[in-house]
């Protein structure tokens, strides 16, 4: 079998690793953890970072630190991974689902500023939803499949409604938007996830960087149990969300590869979208003229009325391991009743979807593989 996506570790990966182990330093306290976190921040053109136990852990500690809290609302694209909507859950508050756009598949920045006109009123510092009668206390775009979103009309929004932005960029590292790093858009936070099967992998793990200096302060301050001083001293209920040095030596290890392994999966991406180029029913991944994918996943998206589970079935059989994506927040059973706008895109685009093995590693004989079994099967 082709494999979807599976890591790279041919770097320096044992050789920091065997350094962990012969130093003793294993846990967070380790050197790899702060060289990771510069080195992420550095990527992401921004400030400062802090290295956490996994994306969702991150954007859990992220959204806190900007203030969601309990029974909040945070505007949220339908189309993202669960646990974008879980971290927000998991701040006592719920997703506001919006819909994305056809040209990126990231949230929609017109549908938002219209709902948020339409909806809701401010109240001394407050936005409040009225249906709802739920504050609004955070927008979070998600750079999806490694695709930034339309941050400036986002951002611009945010400002005018005085609503914090933290970024979803779980698998966008190494993504350009108008010519900038993700980490460097306007947002309060960003979030990366380090999770298997992300280009640049921990094993498991996560970054939030940002800025503002006080803010990623706040954020270290929480992921490591809110402790003030060396003594038993808590001043909030913090998390345990910090990164071992053992998964931050592979993340330093993958971090020197980043420039090479997003080029690799740029060019996956673009031979997929040359290949069908002659076939108007499998269309490639939208890439917006604002910017450049960082092409986590690669695939296609089939033309309406066309059966994508039975294009995966096919592919399967032949070896190769095609599989379906996202299946959108609103449609899954913990946010059946979260507050939504339209969602026809997302509605429309996810049961669609064949991601194709994508891995850093795919050789050319293998996507050419892949590429004849697809002609045949639409042929
Ligand atoms: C991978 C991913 C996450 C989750 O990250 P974990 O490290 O697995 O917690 C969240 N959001 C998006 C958009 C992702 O792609």
Known sequence: MIPLAVPSLNGRELDYLEECISTGYVSSVGPFVARFERAV????????GVATSAGTTGLHAALTAVGVGRD????????????SANAISHCGATPWLMDVTTCSWTLHPEQVQVALERDCVRRGN???HVPTGRRVAAIMPVH?????????PMIACARRWGLPVVVDGAAALGAVYKGRPVGALGADLTVFSFNGNKTVTCGGGGAVVGDNERLVALVRHLTTTARCGVDYDHDVVGFNYRMTNLQAAVGCAQLEQ??????????I????????????????????????????FAGVILREGLDAQALRASLRERGIDARPFWKPIHLQKPYAAAPRADLVVAESIWRRIVTLPCSVGLTREEQEHVVAAIRQAVA
Do not use: E
């Open 41 to 48: 921040a550095d990527a992401a053109g921004a400030r400062g």
């Open 72 to 83: 909040d609302l945070v505007i949220l694209p339908t189309f993202t991974f669960i646990g």
């Open 126 to 128: 407050a936005v409040v």
């Open 144 to 152: 999806v499949l490694g695709c930034p979103a339309d941050m400036d």
């Open 258 to 267: 980043l420039a090479s392994f997003i080029a690799a999966k740029q060019a």
């Open 269 to 296: 991406q673009q031979h997929y979208a040359d290949a069908f180029n002659d076939i108007a029913a499998v269309m490639p991944f939208p890439t917006p003229a604002y910017g450049r994918s960082a092409c986590w």
